[in-house]
Each structure stands twice: as C-alpha cells, then as structure tokens.
C-alpha cells in the first residue's frame, strides 16, 4: 500500500519542501565543514530522517491532535508512522502551549509538527527540548535578526518571543509504538497579535521590514533541527567509544546552545508554572550537561531543576 493511499495529502507544497530541504542540507553541510571536516556529512546524514514525509494543510485545530490521528490512521492500515515526518498548518484554530496556554496561530507563521521515535540514550531525551531551540535560533540568525534563547527553548528578539515548543510523548494505541511530537511555533510574516500578547510577542517580518518565504524558512529550520539531531547522535557514539577514557568528549549541543543563550547571569523567576505559580527568585548560573538549569537563590543555596520555567526579572 503506497502512503498517497493511507494519508491524503496537499501535494504541490510538499513536493517543493522536499525539493528545498535537500538544497538546505546541501548548503548545511558545506556551511560545517570548516569545524567538522568529512564529518559533516556524516552528521547531515545522520539527521536525514526530519522531513522525510510532510503532511500540509490549510488549517487545523492542532498540530499535534493531527499527528496522533496520522499515526493512528497508518498503523490500523498496517504501517507505522513515518519518523520524521512533519505536519504543517497554515493556520491552527486551538493551539496550546505548555500547561494548555493559548498559542496564537494565524496564517504567516511556521506551525509545525514533527514526529520522531525517540532515538538518543534515555539520559539524554530531554536534549530534545536544547534542540529545538539552538535549530529555532540559528534559522532565525540565518536572517540576520540576532535573537538568544531563554532557558529551556523559547527563542526572543529583545524581549519579543518568537518561537516557541512543546515536546509530548504519545505511545500509539494500535501498535504501542513509542514516538515523540516536537511541536514547533515561529512567528514569521504574521504580525498581528492579540492586545495581552502584544507587548511580548514579535514577527521575523516585523524586525527586517520585509516578508519571508515561510517555505524556505521551514526548510531552514527543519535542516537545522536534522543537523543537531545527527550531532548529538555523533556525539554519543563518541562518548560511548570513550566511555573508560578518563576524559569525556564535550557535548557540542550544550555549548551551542550556550552561545545563544542569555539565561546565565539573569535574575530570574523560577517555577513549575512561573506564571501561575511562581516559586522562588534566583540567579541563572549555567546549564548542566542534562540541560538542567543551575540556579543561586537569594539565601545562598544552589539548585538544579531539570524542568519548570523561568521569567527574566533584569
């Protein structure tokens, strides 16, 4: 049974981002070249699974409610979902965000779905959130707009949230397969935003005055997220083969994202749910090689929370 037969699906805008993804890892590869030499397309091609498939549509209530549907469809045909594969709305009516916040989603934005089975070690599943938000902020530099990351992954331009992601894990019910739904927002050409958003959210189209290709910039960013993928695949093998060598190889995800980051140094608000519920004030030290943010409270003690949020306070 070919796939047209099991998911119906909008041909002419996914045969173009296919066309452009395989431009984009061209260029990706000969962009890392200078660091990683004949390795870079070791790497590249290690992420080559993202984007594998694309499933597009004019609207959706939500990204990830479609991609549960996709995979139960598939698999009561007798074929698992495709890892990789991405769904892309032009348009969703009830996104959320973490701990079901409204996520504003009109036409002009990058509203994605990615599916993937998990593949990294169990320990380091959690880096899955650090690379959204490194590809995220590296398609957007692309452009010129030099935004930072706030721990864990939302992307900002001074201030002004850009892009925004939500992983949830999802065992299907047909064949009890294991995948996780990387959820992925980014404002790009769409510039109007709700009056409460308004004072914190921005567009791409807005900081450069001009409107982007939304399917070149997808391609871009979907690219990226291949190449860290395939780097952080690349790093565990390393890591593993030194595992009774008394020094451990560096995780370039970490330092990557501390690049972009402006998180360490900040005061910051910490929470579960900060907004709702904030829990303590603190100073961001550092990150973790788990991606755990390091935080000095007001009364001197050290902590280490491996998920919540935070707010700038400076």
Same mark, same amino acid.
């Given at each position: 049974?070919?796939?047209?037969?099991?998911?119906?699906?909008? %041909?002419? @805008?996914?045969?173009?981002?296919?066309?452009?993804?395989?431009?984009?890892?061209?260029?990706?590869?000969?962009?890392? @070249? $200078?660091?990683?030499?004949?390795? $870079?397309?070791? /790497?590249? @091609?290690?992420?080559? &699974?993202?984007?594998?498939?694309?499933?597009?549509?004019?609207?959706?209530?939500?990204?990830? @409610?479609?991609?549960?549907?996709?995979?139960?469809?598939?698999?009561?045909?007798? $074929?698992?979902? /495709?890892?990789?594969?991405?769904?892309?709305?032009?348009?969703?009516?009830?996104?959320?965000?973490?701990? &079901?916040?409204?996520?504003?989603?009109?036409?002009?934005?990058?509203?994605?779905? *990615?599916? =993937?089975?998990?593949?990294?070690?169990?320990?380091?599943?959690?880096?899955?959130? *650090?690379?959204?938000?490194?590809?995220?902020?590296?398609?957007?530099?692309?452009?010129?707009?030099?935004?930072?990351?706030?721990?864990?992954?939302?992307?900002?331009? %001074? !201030?002004?949230?850009?892009?925004?992601?939500? /992983?949830?894990?999802?065992? #299907?019910?047909?064949?009890?397969?294991?995948?996780?739904?990387?959820?992925?927002?980014?404002?790009?050409?769409?510039?109007?935003?709700?009056?409460?958003?308004?004072?914190?959210? !921005? #567009?791409?189209?807005?900081?450069?005055?001009?409107?982007?290709?939304?399917?070149?910039?997808?391609?871009? =960013? =979907?690219?990226?997220?291949?190449? %860290?993928?395939? =780097?952080?695949?690349?790093?565990?093998?390393?890591?593993?083969?030194?595992?009774?060598?008394?020094?451990?190889?560096?995780?370039?995800? /970490?330092?990557?994202?501390?690049?972009?980051?402006?998180?360490?140094?900040?005061?910051?608000?910490?929470?579960?749910?900060?907004?709702?519920?904030?829990?303590?004030?603190?100073?961001?030290?550092? +990150? &973790? %090689?788990?991606?755990?943010?390091?935080?000095?409270?007001?009364?001197? +003690?050290?902590?280490?929370?491996? #998920?919540?949020?935070?707010?700038?306070?400076?």
């Amino acid at each position: 049974m070919g796939i047209d037969s099991i998911y119906p699906r909008e %041909h002419p @805008r996914e045969e173009r981002l296919l066309g452009l993804l395989e431009g984009c890892r061209e260029a990706e590869v000969l962009t890392r @070249r $200078s660091k990683w030499g004949d390795e $870079s397309g070791v /790497i590249m @091609r290690r992420g080559a &699974d993202i984007g594998r498939e694309f499933f597009c549509y004019p609207c959706l209530d939500r990204g990830m @409610r479609q991609a549960r549907e996709l995979i139960e469809t598939g698999e009561k045909k007798g $074929s698992a979902f /495709i890892a990789g594969g991405v769904v892309i709305a032009r348009e969703m009516e009830k996104s959320r965000g973490r701990f &079901d916040r409204l996520w504003y989603a009109p036409s002009g934005g990058a509203w994605l779905t *990615l599916v =993937l089975n998990p593949a990294f070690l169990p320990e380091n599943r959690q880096l899955y959130s *650090l690379i959204l938000g490194v590809a995220c902020c590296e398609a957007i530099r692309h452009y010129g707009v030099e935004a930072n990351i706030k721990w864990v992954n939302d992307v900002h331009f %001074h !201030g002004q949230k850009l892009a925004g992601m939500l /992983i949830e894990g999802y065992t #299907s019910r047909t064949l009890g397969e294991e995948y996780l739904l990387l959820g992925i927002g980014v404002n790009v050409n769409n510039t109007s935003f709700p009056e409460y958003l308004r004072p914190m959210a !921005g #567009s791409l189209r807005e900081i450069l005055g001009k409107e982007l290709s939304l399917e070149d910039f997808i391609a871009l =960013l =979907l690219t990226k997220i291949g190449w %860290h993928i395939g =780097l952080m695949a690349h790093f565990e093998q390393r890591y593993l083969e030194a595992f009774y060598e008394p020094m451990k190889p560096a995780n370039p995800l /970490i330092e990557q994202w501390k690049l972009y980051s402006d998180t360490p140094g900040r005061r910051v608000l910490y929470g579960t749910n900060v907004y709702d519920e904030p829990l303590f004030a603190a100073t961001a030290v550092d +990150i &973790d %090689h788990t991606g755990a943010i390091i935080l000095q409270r007001e009364e001197g +003690i050290t902590v280490r929370e491996v #998920s919540g949020e935070i707010i700038y306070l400076n």
